[in-house]
């Protein structure tokens, strides 16, 4: 059975400063994985997906790096914005096409 | 506007009861789902439907009951053997399930809260 994990639950630091969000799961053979964005009591937004054969995939801001025979995804986020505040989840796509998400991290942006 | 509608945002139900969470998506897209999420928890997955007419379970169908009537709706049903429901409700759709278009897409959910 898949198991993500997603540490520190919670993380904090002052504007400008670039945020590593760390994933990684126990089932190396996945299809791919997806990170997303989550506000308090709203749904998911989807960030970055990256399939399986790729390292990384960007946006803005926004890198993701996959690596998977050590099990990890790394979620950058450059110059971190008060707005950037959120719980970021990220979760695997196994070859079954199931998703397995982990808990997330709750990042605060300090102005 | 593409995107998909969840109802009601906010849902309180009293012991004994069922109730129906409602999910509308008008992406054209052929797969749905549905997950709870409890705090400090990733989401679990309830039911997911790939076709119209056709669901499956979920690991933690227990509880629940779906339909699939239309493309565009996928309906959940709390019923009363769910002993513990108060949680998050999050509706999912993307293009396929499986293939290179699974890409999920969510809903802004639905806070059940049991009296």
């Not at chain 1, 990170?35 to 946006?59: A, Y």
């Not at chain 2, 429901?85 to 809903?107: H, K, M, V």
Request: proline share 4%; net charge neutral; hydrophobic share 30%.
């Amino acid at each position: 059975k898949q198991e993500v994990t997603q540490i520190p639950a919670a993380l904090s630091v002052p504007e400008g400063e670039n945020l590593v969000l760390n994933c990684s799961f126990t089932d190396s053979a996945i299809y791919n994985l997806q990170w997303f964005r989550q506000d308090p009591g709203k749904g998911l937004t989807s960030l970055l997906l990256i399939q399986s054969s790729q390292r990384e995939q960007t946006s803005g801001r926004l890198n993701a790096s996959l690596d998977k025979s050590s099990g990890r995804s790394t979620l950058y986020i450059a110059a971190s914005q008060p707005g950037d505040s959120a719980t970021y989840l990220c979760a695997a796509t196994s070859n079954d096409y199931k998703l397995s998400f982990g808990a997330g991290t709750t990042v605060t942006v300090r102005a | 506007d593409g995107g998909i509608t969840q109802s009601p945002k906010y849902l309180f139900r009293k012991e004994g009861q069922n109730v129906t969470l409602s999910c509308e998506q008008n992406l054209n897209h052929d797969a749905m789902y549905w997950y709870r999420q409890d705090p400090g928890q990733g989401l679990r997955l309830i039911y997911y439907s790939q076709i119209v007419n056709d669901f499956q379970k979920g690991d933690i169908a227990e509880g629940y009951s779906v339909s699939r009537e239309k493309k565009e709706s996928f309906p959940l049903t709390v019923t009363s053997a769910q002993k513990n429901p108060t949680a998050f409700y999050l509706c999912a759709s993307s293009i396929e399930r499986q293939g290179i278009y699974n890409e999920q897409f969510f809903g802004p959910g639905t806070r059940l809260t049991v009296l």
